[in-house]
């Protein structure tokens, strides 16, 4: 496995605060999430931080990798077109999955996959899959979860040695998950960082979050705690890490407290670089030794493809892919559905959890709609009716389209029940969804005195 190129400190790259991250002093390197960028329209402050040489890294968060289904060549395709737009020396997922295909369910999160011998089959197939469809080489990043799957066969840090020696994939490990996992699931993140192939370490999150009731939210939206930079300088003590990112999604604060925060980081990898010499020099000999076993492209391979694993058929892959899947299934059902808890599963923690998807997808919905909280008047009236609406709806067409169908969803049902209101919502609506379907929304509008025409109906199928 080549060294990893040395990208510094940086910060995750928002558009709500563009202009502050490029004012910020001695910035390395940004990151941005895949899915929010254009390549043929980067933003004009990517641009800029391109062409004064910063180094730009995407981040994808719906390839569900760790799904049971083989990765969507389409998002695949997706990813690498932004890695080359942006000239990235390498792109990054998460160890998770997100979605189910039969019945079509997405969670909208990340969510933990089981750290079993057939999760791991499955998951090593899906990286080499995806490391054939890409460009630059991957690192994946071990994710903050609250609910914890039965039956589990192997700790974290052994899954993701055997997932690096079997694939060769790189790893992005972010400190403030494994924080989250100890106050949540009561693992020990110094157990995780001596496991790790340090070796494969591509570069290291840093994000802040709070505890409540004791649940530990990785929000990306408060300061960095002292817990967390403390896990980094262990890590620090460990390895030299290539790079460091600091995470922040919602609340920003002002640019000086911004750059504090990196200053913050700084200090903390310094502090710890003085008591990893001897650990450094152990590393190194373990490193030259682990990376014989490991090669680029990583894994075994056919003729036709990804070799199964070690000692299992084909046929055993299939089979291990088949149980995969019907265990997420059942789990994202009950988390988004509200169908039975699987067996096993700490019941409580599952009805957490699934609240938390329910905040998170109306926080979404929110900022692509933003107008709809105006028209609801207001946000606690527009979270009231939209967690009435989501409740057994599950998440299948993305969040624009859940905007749509929430709006359609309270016309239908005669609501908002001021006039006014319910005339807004439609013409939104109207505005968004193209022409009016005929039905009870049509009638509503037309009653309105919108004055917009029924839509043709088609002519039945004549039976077979």
């Known amino acids: 496995m080549k060294p990893m190129a040395r990208l510094g400190v940086g910060i995750g790259w928002r558009p709500e605060i563009a202009d502050a991250v490029e004012r910020l002093p001695g910035l390395d390197w940004v990151e941005v999430v895949a899915e929010n960028i254009c390549p043929g329209h980067l933003p004009e402050s990517l641009v800029r931080l391109r062409e004064r040489g910063v180094t730009v890294v995407p981040h994808g968060v719906s390839l569900g990798i760790g799904g049971a289904e083989r990765p969507d060549p389409g998002r695949l395709a997706n990813l690498a ?11 990054t997922e998460h160890i998770a999955f997100v979605r189910s295909e039969s019945p079509a369910l997405e969670a909208g999160h990340l969510l933990p996959v089981p750290r079993t011998r057939d999760a791991l089959d499955v998951l090593c197939e899906n990286v080499r899959i995806a490391q054939d469809a890409l460009p630059v080489p991957l690192a994946l990043e071990n994710i903050a979860a609250l609910v914890q799957w039965p039956g589990e066969e192997l700790t974290e840090g052994a899954f993701l040695a055997e997932l690096v020696e079997r694939t060769g994939v790189r790893l992005l490990i972010d400190v403030a998950n494994l924080h989250t996992n100890r106050v949540n699931r009561g693992e020990d993140p110094l ?9 494969a370490l591509a570069y290291v999150h840093v994000a802040g979050g709070l505890e409540r009731d004791g649940v530990w939210h990785d929000t990306h939206a408060h300061p960095v705690t002292p817990e967390i930079l403390g896990l980094l300088g262990a890590l620090r003590e460990r390895v030299d890490p290539p790079g460091v990112l600091l995470e922040r999604d919602d609340d920003f604060p002002p640019e000086a407290e911004l750059a504090g ?16 010499g001897a650990a450094c020099a152990a590393d190194v000999t373990g490193a030259a030794d682990a ?18 694993a070690p000692g299992r058929t084909s046929r055993d892959a299939d089979a291990a892919r088949n149980r995969v899947s019907v265990a997420q299934t059942a789990l994202l059902s009950a988390l988004v559905a509200g169908t039975p808890v699987p067996e096993g599963f700490d019941r409580q923690r599952i009805a957490v959890q699934a609240r938390a998807l329910l905040a998170k997808r109306a926080s979404v919905v929110r900022k692509v709609a933003p107008e709809l909280v105006g028209i609801l008047g207001g946000r606690e009236a527009y979270r009231t009716a939209y967690v009435g609406y989501a409740r057994h709806r599950p998440l299948t067409g993305g969040y624009r389209r859940d905007a749509l169908d929430f709006a359609e969803h309270l016309l239908v049902r005669g609501l908002p029940e001021d006039p006014d209101a319910r005339r807004l919502l439609t013409q939104w609506w109207q505005d968004r969804a193209g022409s009016l379907p005929n039905g009870r929304v049509g009638r509503w509008a037309r009653r309105l005195g919108l004055g917009l025409p029924r839509l043709p109906r088609l002519p039945r199928r004549a039976a077979a």
Request: proline share 9%.
């Open 81 to 91: 077109e932004r890695a080359v737009a942006l000239g990235a020396p390498l792109v």
């Open 261 to 276: 925060e990196l200053t913050a980081i700084r200090a903390a990898l310094t502090a710890a670089a003085g008591a990893a």
């Open 191 to 199: 157990a995780v960082l001596d496991a790790l192939p340090v070796e």
């Open 291 to 308: 990376a014989a076993v490991v090669t680029a492209t990583g894994g075994p391979r056919t003729a036709d493809g990804p070799a199964p």
